[in-house]
């Protein structure tokens, strides 16, 4: 069965940093490109940051550039998202988001993992 797990959310001060990671199974996650997104309360889902099946092609939202890092270890098939300098803005659940731009199409997405930034 395919599966996108979303680990290392969690509380944290204002300026403090987290890595989350996204471990993939059950298809060939290197084939993917890698996508975070965030969504807070009551507010609809943002994009956060992409990096390209190999990791050479990696863009990130103007609310997170300069303080976030995407990247991936295909041997591990896992993704990461490296949050540094966080703000109480921050706070919202992340999810994890794999897809396919050539050959068979697929999408799929994590469970989400809680990001709260909060003195």
């Known amino acids: 069965q395919v599966q996108l797990v979303e680990s290392g959310g969690g509380l944290v001060q204002p300026g403090g940093s987290l890595r989350l990671s996204c471990a993939a199974s059950?298809?060939?996650?290197?084939?993917?490109?890698l996508n975070w997104y965030r969504q807070a309360p009551g507010k609809e889902r943002e994009w956060v940051a992409v990096?390209?099946?190999?990791?050479?092609?990696?863009n990130y939202a103007d609310p997170v550039k300069g303080r976030f890092t995407i990247s991936r270890d295909n041997a591990k098939s896992t993704g990461y998202l490296q949050m540094n300098s966080l703000k109480p803005d921050d706070t919202a659940v992340y999810y994890c988001?794999?897809?396919?731009?050539?050959?068979?199409?697929?999408?799929?997405w994590g469970q989400g993992t809680q990001v709260t930034v909060s003195s």
């Open positions: 059950g298809f060939t996650f290197s084939n993917y490109t």
């Open positions: 988001n794999a897809k396919t731009y050539r050959g068979p199409r697929n999408e799929y």
């Open positions: 990096i390209t099946s190999n990791g050479i092609i990696i």
